[in-house]
């Protein structure tokens, strides 16, 4: 399929590194049972920052967990007045995935039926990583619900002579080292205590995406996409470089492509502050 070129505009000045001070406290998670199509009834855990807030976002999570999100989360609600849905994706973290649920079409689609479930109209979908692709379904499959799909740094398509990295078996200082600008801002290494707690559900995320972590018809697929796209990566991604992430945005109709400089695979985490900024491309649409 020829690739159309992503439309280019000029990014505004992307302020400086400042601490996410500015948060808005969550509420209690909750646990919808979410009835979802040759799946059955599924559990998802669900946090919530700002529930009467003047826009709504899901935010999905990539292969690091929801506690990659939950900061971003709490910025996200405060700054924008916006009411913030972050799950975590079944199976990660103790909670319980059904077999039947067992790849990421599946989890778009629990997702497209949560937004049902909850009523929800006009929402932004924000998903990193693996979170990025589960995004991309989600707008595949044409919920109308769904108003505008942000990738950040997301993962899934194939791109010839821009392979994905093979994380598996790096060590936490290795992994640092491909996920960030600045390896002092994994906060396996800023809080060594932070590596006695559990690691990612790697059963599940295995199941979602493969050995791969990618699906061959997706960047074809992405053609299909009819609501608005921001494509939003950081630089310094040593994990899927920025090439890929351009790739990705060429494949959308439509789509923007914003870069984050000094920001590496994990802007939720690494620079909150530049991410939220980008978002407000989406405004000026």
Do not use: C
């Amino acid at each position: 399929m020829p690739q159309q070129a992503a439309p280019t505009s000029t990014p505004a000045p992307t302020p400086p590194l400042a601490p996410a001070t500015a948060t808005a406290s969550a509420l209690a998670p909750s646990t919808p049972s979410v009835q979802v199509h040759e799946v059955g009834p599924v559990p998802v855990t669900v946090a919530e920052h700002g529930h009467d807030g003047v826009r709504t976002y899901l935010l999905l999570h990539g292969g690091g967990g929801p506690a990659t999100m939950s900061a971003f989360a709490a910025l996200l609600a405060a700054r924008e007045q916006a009411r913030v849905l972050s799950p975590t994706h079944p199976g990660f973290v103790g909670t319980t995935r059904p077999e039947s649920l067992g790849d990421v079409r599946s989890l778009a689609r629990l997702y497209a039926d949560l937004l049902d479930l909850l009523g929800l109209e006009d929402v932004t979908v924000v998903g990193s990583s693996l979170g990025g692709w589960v995004a991309a379904e989600l707008a595949l499959l044409g919920s109308p619900r769904v108003a505008a799909v942000v990738l950040v740094n997301g993962v899934g398509i194939e791109v010839e002579g821009h392979p994905m990295t093979d994380v598996a078996g790096l060590s936490p200082i290795e992994l640092a080292r491909v996920s960030f600008h600045d390896p002092s801002r994994s906060p396996a290494l800023a809080n060594p205590g932070a590596g006695s707690g559990p690691a990612p559900d790697l059963r599940a995320l295995v199941a979602y995406a493969g050995r791969t972590m990618s699906d061959p018809s997706l960047r074809e697929r992405l053609a299909k996409i009819t609501v608005p796209v921001l494509v939003v990566w950081g630089e310094s991604d040593g994990i899927v470089d920025l090439e890929y992430g351009r790739a990705y945005a060429a494949a959308v109709p439509g789509a923007r492509f914003l870069p984050i400089p000094e920001s590496g695979h994990l802007p939720t985490v690494e620079t909150p502050e530049r991410l939220l900024a980008a978002l407000a491309e989406l405004r000026t649409a």
